[in-house]
DNA sequence: TCTGGGGTCCTAGGACCC
DNA sequence: TCTGGGGTCCTAGGACCC
């Protein structure tokens, strides 16, 4: 039986939640960045920013350049996180079959509400009014409707913003023609070049490829790269909730040039170690495998991970381990960049109190810090010790399980 | 020329247990 | 004593997405 997906797209969402909230930023060219300097990179620009050719992922010099009166405005999450669990939640109320896709997209399944319209255009106007009178009129959003979700992803893509867009069934072929291999979700530069390599430079020659010899080159992938060509995606709608999808937390920093020392990225290691515990505690998770992440020189990003078998969400430990892993993975000369990414993730077990007085005296401590820099700012209270002070630090203790003896 | 920061999923090999 | 094979966990790295 055919099915009726939508695929629903946030318009440059973060520009835009900034300008229905602030009047003075409204019409004019605008992009939030992760920090308002010059360094960073543009997470979302406003669409009157993008008409100067600025758009998300470039350097925020050079969209400086290409639009001299560029204003930058730092990223608020919690903000964001707010308006992307209510979208959510909207979408909701018309179907279950609701998979989130990232912050600000979403596909949903309407195959069995669809009969109740005229059209699946018109519940399409339906939730985009919803969304409007949600959150107001600065914040839109655009719709692709197919049978699956590569096309409906592909069709919202094709008139933004505050579009609409339907790929039918006799149209597929025709679409497809027009596209390059990179406008599918899930074919990047990589998979592109190696298709390239093999002769294949088009959509629909991806479509008529001998599927053997795809899965020579691709393994398990070439069945799905075929199905792809041909426009075809039998992968169903899997309803999820924004929080159960969380598998990993993770913060990483690209370094300023006078912290590209291993010596100087140690702070910068003891805040990220911080701003992970944080976070694990304020979802109430702990972590069962730390990874500690470095970029050299030459861009080349290595990682090395730990599970040391113990739970934890004490950003102070979590520095700890880091140091741990940092010893085995050694630190290139020239650090450019450092990351913890905290995985194994469960929830805490909030009925059973840790044995030893000294953890518990921690929880309660690390509680209490939260709740002031949640009421007061963050960084009101922080920890003294640091990169030099090590000692200060819980110890990590003996590494005796497998994996950890390399 | 210059490339941020948040994630997910997959693979492949080794260790270990039964 | 020597043997097989399946399942699971762990780790490193790659590709991709927004």
């Known amino acids: 039986m055919s099915r009726t997906i939508f695929h629903v797209d946030m318009d440059s969402y973060f520009a835009s939640v900034e300008q229905q909230a602030n009047p003075n930023l409204r019409g004019k060219p605008i992009v939030v960045t992760g920090k308002p300097t010059i360094k960073s990179v543009v997470a979302a620009a406003s669409k009157e920013a993008k008409k100067c050719g600025v758009d998300s992922a470039m350097a925020t010099w050079k969209a400086r350049k290409k639009c001299p009166d560029l204003i930058l405005v730092p990223g608020d999450p919690d903000k964001y996180e707010w308006i992307t669990n209510n979208f959510f939640d909207i979408l909701r109320s018309y179907s279950p079959k609701l998979e989130p896709f990232g912050v600000d997209e979403a596909f949903l399944d309407v195959t069995a509400k669809i009969k109740e319209y005229r059209s699946p255009e018109s ?24 049978r699956n979700k590569l096309l409906a992803k592909l069709a919202s893509d094709m008139d933004k913003p505050d579009g609409i867009t339907r790929i039918r069934d006799n149209e597929v072929i025709e679409v497809l023609e027009d596209i390059s291999l990179t406008d599918i979700c899930g074919i990047g530069s990589r998979t592109e070049k190696r298709l390239n390599r093999l002769g294949v430079s088009s959509v629909p020659e991806l479509g008529d490829f001998p599927e053997k010899k795809l899965k020579e080159e691709f393994g398990v992938d070439g069945a799905r790269l075929k199905m792809m060509g041909q426009g075809k995606d039998p992968s169903p709608v899997l309803p999820a909730t924004y929080e159960e999808e969380v598998k990993s937390v993770g913060n990483s920093l690209t370094l300023p040039d006078y912290k590209r020392t291993p010596r100087k990225a140690l702070p910068v290691l003891f805040k990220l170690a911080q701003k992970v515990g944080y976070r694990l505690r304020k979802k109430g998770l702990m972590a069962g495998t730390l990874k500690l992440m470095v970029r050299d020189g030459e861009f080349n990003v290595k990682g090395k991970q730990l599970t040391p078998g113990r739970y934890v969400d004490d950003g102070n430990l979590i520095y700890s381990f880091a140091l741990e892993i940092k010893k085995r993975l050694g630190f290139p000369a020239t650090p450019t960049m450092v990351g913890i990414r905290a995985s194994k993730l469960r929830a805490k077990d909030s009925f059973s109190q840790p044995l030893l007085p000294d953890r518990r005296k921690r929880e309660e401590l690390l509680r209490v810090m939260d709740e002031i820099n949640e009421e007061y700012g963050k960084g009101t209270l922080y920890f003294a010790a640091q990169a030099g002070a090590e000692d200060l630090l819980p110890s990590v203790g003996e590494f005796k399980r497998p994996g950890d003896l390399n």
């Open 123 to 146: 519940l399409v106007k339906r939730i985009k009014k919803d969304v409007e009178e949600k959150f107001g009129c600065w914040i839109t959003c655009s719709v692709g409707i197919a």
